[in-house]
C-alpha cells in the first residue's frame, strides 16, 4: 500500500501529491453542496455516506457492517429470513455514480467488512491509516484496488468540499493517559468533521470518530471538545460504546451548538432477536450524552426518535434503518420557513380576532 503525501505537506512533487475526491464527485460539488451523512444501516459496524443536496454521494466514511459476533446482524443474513436483502438489494443502498473514495477510520472489519459483499466499491479509491491488520483479513484488504495510506508524519488535512463546506481528516492519537499495553486499532485511525463554514470560522460541525473516544482526537484533546461554533451533529464513538471512558473523555466530548437543533446518532446493530453481543449501545454512554446535551438521539438499530427497540418489535425492519445527520439549512432556506412561520403567526392572529 503506498503512503500519499497531501500538497500541504509536500507542494512540489506532482509524483507524489494526492486528490481525495474523484472529478465525478468535484463536478457533483459544483452543482450542490454537502448537506449531511448518512449512516446506511448494515447491522453492527459503520458505514456513512456524505452527500450533496440533490443525494449524490461524494465520499464514503468506512464501508462496514456487522461481521463475526455481529454478522447476524448484517441485513443480508439468513437470519432475517425473507426480510433478509439480496445482492441486488444491497447494491442499491448505495451510490457510486461519482466514484466516491472510501476513507476507512480504522482496519477492524466491521468497518470494511461489506466491501467484500460489493464489488463496485472495491474498485474505487480508499484511503486508510497505517495499521497493523488482522492476518485473516489481509487477503481481502488487497482486494481493494485502489487503496493508499495516509503519510505517517501528518497530523490533519483539511479539504475544500465548495460551497462553505470543509471536511477535516485528523489523525488519532492514543493519550499517555490510556495506559494500555495491547495495541489497538481503535485508538490511531482517522476521525471526520464536516464543517460548515462562515465568513471566516466555521459555524457548526458533523463529528464522525469512528471507534476513536474523544481523548484520541488531537484537536478535541487539547481544546476540550470545543470546536469553532459548536458541533449540530455527533456519532457517538465505538458504536455507544464506553471503551476508554475517564473524565478526561467527558471533558474531550464535542459541545453541542448553543441554541440550536443538535441530534446525537449511535450505530449498531441488533438481531432479529434485538441482541447486540457486544452489548451495545451502552446505557452509560446514552445516559453520559444525554447531560453532556447530546440529545434526541437516534440509532440504526431502534425507532426514531430515542425509542428503544421493543420485545413486539422483532424481526420488524421498521425498527432498523439509515439515519441521517445533517447541517443547518442556508441562510436563503431558513428565510424562507421564517417567512412561513411569520405568515401563519399572521393567519392564526386574525382568525382569531
Ligand atoms: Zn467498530
Known amino acids: 500500500m503506498p503512503d500519499v503525501s497531501f500538497p500541504k505537506v509536500d507542494p512540489g512533487d506532482p509524483n507524489n501529491s494526492y486528490e481525495i475526491l474523484s472529478g465525478e464527485a468535484k463536478r457533483a460539488l459544483s452543482r450542490g453542496s454537502v448537506d449531511g451523512v448518512t449512516a446506511i444501516d448494515l447491522g453492527q459496524g459503520d458505514c456513512n455516506a456524505l452527500t450533496t443536496v440533490w443525494g449524490h454521494t461524494v465520499l464514503y466514511f468506512d464501508f462496514g457492517g456487522g461481521c463475526h459476533a455481529g454478522a447476524h446482524t448484517h441485513p443480508t443474513h439468513e437470519t432475517w429470513g425473507p426480510r433478509k436483502l439480496s445482492p441486488q438489494q444491497l447494491a442499491e ?15 477492524d472489519h466491521d468497518h470494511w467488512y461489506t466491501s467484500e459483499l460489493v464489488e463496485d466499491v472495491r474498485k474505487l479509491q480508499w484511503l486508510g491509516p497505517r495499521q497493523p491488520v488482522a492476518k485473516n483479513n489481509l487477503e481481502a484488504i488487497t482486494k481493494l484496488d485502489n487503496l493508499r495510506c495516509w503519510p505517517a508524519t501528518l497530523g490533519e488535512y483539511e479539504l475544500d468540499l465548495g460551497s462553505g463546506r470543509r471536511l477535516r481528516i485528523e489523525k488519532c492519537k492514543k493519550p499517555n493517559s490510556i495506559n494500555q499495553k ?9 476521525a471526520l468533521f464536516l464543517k460548515k463554514m462562515g465568513w471566516t470560522k466555521p459555524t457548526e460541525s458533523i463529528v464522525m470518530p469512528g471507534d476513536a473516544p474523544w481523548q484520541c482526537i488531537p484537536s ?6 470545543k470546536i469553532p461554533g459548536g458541533a449540530v451533529g455527533l456519532f457517538g464513538y465505538h458504536h455507544g460504546s464506553i471503551t476508554h471512558w475517564t473524565d478526561e473523555t467527558t471533558k474531550s466530548m464535542p459541545k453541542p451548538a448553543e441554541k440550536r437543533t443538535v441530534k446525537l446518532l449511535l450505530t ?49 425492519p421498521a425498527t432498523r434503518g ?32
Open 182 to 190: 495491547k495495541y489497538d486499532r481503535n485508538l490511531d485511525g482517522l
Open 268 to 316: 449498531y446493530g441488533l438481531t432479529p432477536a434485538q441482541k447486540n453481543s457486544y452489548n451495545l449501545a451502552h446505557p452509560a454512554a446514552k445516559a453520559r450524552y444525554h447531560e453532556a446535551g447530546w440529545s434526541p438521539r437516534e440509532d440504526t438499530a431502534g425507532k426514531l426518535p430515542n425509542d428503544p427497540p421493543q420485545p413486539a418489535d422483532v424481526g420488524n
Open 93 to 107: 443502498k448505495f451510490d457510486f455514480s461519482c466514484k466516491p473514495t472510501v476513507i476507512v477510520s480504522h482496519w
Open 220 to 225: 478535541l484533546l487539547a481544546n476540550e471538545g
Open 322 to 353: 439509515d439515519r441521517r445527520l445533517n447541517l443547518s439549512p442556508t441562510v436563503t432556506m431558513r428565510l424562507a420557513s421564517m417567512t412561513r412561520t411569520s405568515y401563519t403567526t399572521l393567519r392564526n392572529l386574525l382568525w382569531k380576532s
